[in-house]
Nanobody
Framework: QVQLVESGGGLVQPGGSLRLSCAAS????????MNWYRQAPGKQRELVAR?????STNYADSVKGRVTISRDNAKLYLQMNSLKPEDTAVYYC???????????WGQGTQVTVSA
């Protein structure tokens, strides 16, 4: 079983920065990708950034140029700069495997951007 634990969320002023971390543990085989999603109140969960097992990255248009996803062994990071109030959401780490095809989720960490 895979466990994902996020940390690093909090309250930050507009224009500020946060670095989210996600620690993965357990038996991780056939890793496909690791991702950061977010869900704002009343909205659907959306993909923020993805990093493949080979290191390729993809970003949502809304965060391009402000966010960087990175991975160091079993830890996933999301560096967020120039934060805006619309970035306020619960941020979730997820991990995809391809054999079997499964997605694991963390419990989420709250990010609030407000003056």
């Amino acid at each position: 079983q895979v466990q994902l634990v996020e940390s690093g969320g909090g309250l930050v002023q507009p224009g500020g920065s946060l670095r989210l971390s996600c620690a993965a543990s357990g038996s991780i085989f056939s890793l496909n990708a690791m991702n950061w999603y977010r869900q704002a109140p009343g909205k659907q969960r959306e993909l923020v950034a993805r990093i493949s097992s080979g290191g390729s990255t993809n970003y949502a248009d809304s965060v391009k140029g402000r966010v960087t996803i990175s991975r160091d062994n079993a830890k996933l990071y999301l560096q967020m700069n120039s934060l805006k109030p619309e970035d306020t959401a619960v941020y979730y780490c997820s991990l995809n495997t391809y054999n079997p095809v499964r997605t694991y989720w963390g419990q989420g960490t709250q990010v609030t951007v407000s003056a």
